[in-house]
């Protein structure tokens, strides 16, 4: 039996590009969760346990890992990543395998996108101006996070799953790259003039 069209209009699959994308995003953050909680594990074992990828000052995961910031609920930041980043590959190999979700799924997937990037916000700000220390496993988790955020958005936009002036919805339809590209670059930017004189001495 068909649908009725209001309940289809409703349910939105993605294309393969789409759904390739969740996957490899998902699975960049998984595996840095992953390798984080490993490492997490190890320090928690052997306090002179130094990760390998405290390369020095600067790059210097174990700062990271010590700081009160690498629990910020309580348990290790990287367990949530664990779950949060199997759910966006288990979305998107769902995408891959010609599923269709209604529209308080995309917006509530949209909402935990949000989340994430709004909690590696948090996470960059500590990590530069707090911490004084770059995590290279929690640096790739943000450059996960980041294009997750913009694509999902305006994945929901362009279904008008979100209200946006048609303007916007036909820019994020034919630039949807250029949002995460300018945040990933204010990032770098940012990193690079916090420890300039580090980088060119």
Known sequence: MTPPAHAAARTAGAGRAFALLLVVTGAAGLLASWIITLDKVKLLQDPDFTPGCSLNPVVSCGSVMESDQAEAFGFPNPMLGLVAY????????SLLAGAR???WYWLAFDAGCL??????????FESLYRINA???WCALA????IPLFWY????????TFLPAPAPLRRFLDEFTW?????HVGVVGMLVLTRWWDFWTG
């Open 86 to 93: 199997g759910v966006v590959v288990c979305v998107g190999v």
């Open 101 to 103: 979700f209604p529209r």
């Open 115 to 124: 989340f994430g990037v709004g909690f590696v916000t948090w996470l960059q």
């Open 134 to 136: 770059l995590c290279l």
């Open 142 to 145: 943000w450059l996960a996070t």
């Open 152 to 159: 999902v958005t305006a994945f929901a936009v362009r279904h």
């Open 178 to 182: 250029v949002p995460p590209v300018v």
